[in-house]
């Protein structure tokens, strides 16, 4: 800080100014070195708060463990229960059944059953009857799968395809074809399994849905009563009296 003094050109006034000047000078310097003390003091809590505010503010450098939640696997209605329960179902998964007999769904063939529940099962299967090829699906409801013998009700879609036939019944001779037809097949019946392989007596009713596919011969468009009977008979729908065999496939 620079100091000028002024010299006046009456005598000893130079040195009355210069007295003046140092007393002032402390004072001076005293009150300058006091606003820059708080001055400087001001910044320094400033610049503290703004420190303490951004760490509070930054992410923690290191991570922090977390509780990762433990995965849970769906129940599963096959698995095996825990010792002193009964088993959902005795039945496996999936299985291979043979059927024969009467006026089964699939005649006399092959089906694949799934249980898509410890008490339903979806099937599809094909075989050959009497009335032609067959091809189908179908379901069947167990009431007691937990239980070696088990009362079941189903139900089965079965397209069947056209054939030509001969009849000779008491000396009536006739030919007749019969169409390819659709039939829903109702069932009720008993399982009975003691393992892996079980059996399936079956009592059911075959209903046509599109009308008589019957369609006789104009070589004997006529026949009598009783060959048409017989016809009927044999042809597609009609009563079922049927034993099937389910070979359990995997668990």
């Not at 140092?22 to 400087?40: D, Q």
């Amino acid at each position: 800080m620079w100091i000028y003094t002024l010299q006046l050109p009456m005598p000893g006034t130079t040195m009355l100014a210069s007295r003046f000047v140092l007393l002032l000078l402390p004072s001076y310097c005293s009150l300058i070195m006091n606003r820059y003390t708080m001055a400087g003091a001001a910044a320094l809590l400033l610049l503290a708060a703004t420190t303490t505010h951004a760490q509070q503010q930054q992410l923690p450098q290191t991570p922090q463990p977390t509780q990762a939640q433990q995965y849970q696997r769906p129940a599963d209605s096959y698995a095996y229960p825990q010792s002193g329960q009964p088993p959902a179902s005795l039945y496996r998964r999936s299985a291979l059944g043979i059927t024969l007999g009467w006026g089964a769904p699939y005649g006399w063939g092959f089906d694949y059953a799934h249980m898509v529940s410890p008490r339903v099962d979806v099937n599809a299967g094909f075989g050959l009857g009497i009335s032609g090829a067959k091809i189908g699906v179908g379901s069947r409801f167990y009431l007691a799968p937990e239980k070696k013998v088990s009362p079941y009700f189903g139900a089965n879609l079965v397209l069947s395809s056209a054939t030509s036939n001969s009849l000779d019944i008491d000396g009536d001779y006739t030919e007749y074809t019969t169409k390819a037809n659709t039939v829903l097949n109702l069932r009720s019946g008993l399982r009975w399994q003691p393992g892996r392989v079980g059996l399936l007596g079956t009592l059911g009713y075959g209903v046509r849905l599109g009308g008589d596919p019957i369609v006789y011969n104009s070589t004997n468009p006529n026949p009598t009563q009783l060959t048409r009977d017989f016809a009927q008979a044999i042809g597609p729908g009609g009563l079922e009296l049927s034993l099937g065999i389910s070979i359990g496939l995997g668990r």
